[in-house]
């Protein structure tokens, strides 16, 4: 051990106690609770550090950390995944940083990639890779890739794929696992075929209720008999006419590190959901209970709990849908923009099963939102583009924010959701910080 004193990021601070990281950061004195807005020293402390001067500090409330200070990136990367952001390297997991998910549909180099366990072995030829279908069926199928690309119908969608951790590292106390912020989210276009097809062709007994799903990839312990995880949907979800058996991405091969060549693909869902290097559908007769469907994982507390609550796992349910989200794309977040001219501001948002009915931008912290352009998704569970003319009333630190609201009306919120024990479903607005000059 080294006798430096080890350095402390700024998320560490605010993570710990915002408001006392506020005042250690910036000299604001936490007052009457989160009312204690920025004022003279402190506030001076502030603009100092993001560069300018701060039009809307009245708005700004505490315990925030300025989008300024909290984004960061590192340059550290895998081959074929350039630009992307890893936040481990024992099991791989990759984060796409917001700029790189401003195209319609992610390139597969920008695409993220989570992993539970190792990788598999690579296969000389996608084609011969096979999946058995067992359990509650009446006929128990061996398929190959080219037996599905040869005996289904073969269709293309696109489709946003989201972990369900991503956003973790907003949680306070935080959650164990990967601090995914923004970007464990992607638009893909998926070919393949309905799993629904294919069930069919098994025939599912009445007694069938869920779908298990098992991978190729050894368990990080690589103990042979045990998965590094294996989650399932209800039989109503498996056969969903969205989801599929996927092994094309982007007109290429489902590539390896995205679970070719052959995954399963849920929209809207949790991405566990969707296994990779798929090896196995065993239909249940009961909820399936593989690794990541038990305990606390993937589940969320019955009812809002207070931050850093224990919550008992009778009280904890499966997640279902994802919340209703959205990225904004460009411009990055630290950059400097014209005080003069409007600036176009775009990004994607996505509702799990549902749709996006509106998009909103804010540039003073929520007191007052734009109405932003929303287009309608390219097919049902494909992201939308939303985009929207800013213009500043002064030069200074603006942060721009994004709302999406759902078809039944449900609004992301503007800061961090309920917590929960293991830190899903983070869908609080994306803020970014410009500097108008
Ligand atoms: N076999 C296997 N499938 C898996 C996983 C895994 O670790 N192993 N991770 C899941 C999780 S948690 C997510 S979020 C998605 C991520 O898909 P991607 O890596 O293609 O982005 O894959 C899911 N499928
Ligand atoms: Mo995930």
């Not at 993001?50 to 300024?68: E, N, Q, T």
């Not at 312990?221 to 294996?230: L, W």
């Not at 982007?250 to 052959?262: Q, S």
């Not at 942060?399 to 479903?425: F, K």
Request: one cysteine or more.
């Amino acid at each position: 051990m080294s006798d430096h004193k080890k350095e402390r990021g700024i998320r560490d601070l605010y993570a710990e106690d915002p408001e006392r990281a506020d005042w250690l950061v910036f000299g604001r004195v936490p007052d009457q609770g989160r009312r204690g807005f920025l004022k003279g020293a402190g506030l001076a402390a502030m603009a100092a550090a993001v560069g300018a001067s701060i039009p809307f500090a009245r708005h700004l409330p505490a315990g925030l950390i300025p989008a300024a200070l909290a984004d960061t990136t590192t340059d550290f990367a895998i081959l074929g995944k350039e630009g992307l952001i890893v936040r481990n390297d024992r099991p791989i997991n990759l984060e796409t940083p917001p700029t790189l998910l401003d195209a319609d549909v992610t390139p597969i180099k920008h695409f993220f990639v989570r992993n539970n366990g190792l990788l598999p072995e690579p296969v000389a030829d996608p084609d011969a890779w096979s999946f058995t279908i067992d359990g509650e069926v009446e006929n128990p199928l061996t398929l190959s890739v080219a037996d599905l690309k040869r005996d289904f119908e073969n269709i293309t969608i696109q489709a946003q794929l989201e972990c369900g951790g991503n956003g973790r590292a907003g949680y306070n106390p935080p959650a164990r696992g990967n601090q995914w912020a923004l970007g464990a989210v992607g638009n893909g276009e998926w070919t393949g075929v309905r799993l629904a097809e294919v069930l069919n062709k098994a025939g599912l007994k009445p007694s069938a209720v869920y779908t298990g799903h098992y991978g190729a990839d050894p368990h990080l312990s690589q103990d042979p008999n045990k998965p590094s995880i294996s989650r399932g949907v209800p039989i109503a979800k498996a056969m969903n006419p969205y989801t599929m058996l996927v092994w094309g991405m982007n007109g290429e091969p489902l590539p390896y590190l995205n679970g070719g060549p052959l995954r399963v693909l849920a929209p809207g869902w949790p991405g566990s959901c969707s296994q990779k290097w798929l090896t196995r559908i065993w239909v249940r007769d009961r909820i399936h209970d593989g690794p990541g469907m038990t305990g606390m994982s993937y589940r969320m507390p019955r009812h809002r709990v207070a931050p850093g609550t224990k919550v008992p796992t009778s009280e904890m349910e499966i997640m279902q849908s994802m919340p209703v989200k959205s990225v904004i794309t460009f411009p990055d977040t630290n950059v400097k923009v014209s005080a003069s001219r409007p600036l176009e501001v775009r990004g994607h948002a996505w509702a799990g099963d549902r749709d996006v009915k509106e998009v909103y931008v804010s540039i003073d912290y929520g007191a007052s939102w734009q109405r932003a352009n929303l287009a309608a998704p390219a097919n049902k569970y494909a992201w939308q583009r939303f985009s929207a003319a800013v213009q500043f009333p002064d030069s200074g630190y603006f942060e721009i924010w994004a709302r999406a609201v759902d078809d039944a009306g449900i609004s992301q919120p503007m800061v961090v959701p309920g917590w929960n024990p293991r830190g899903y479903l983070n869908n609080s607005c994306h803020r970014i910080a410009v500097v108008a000059a």
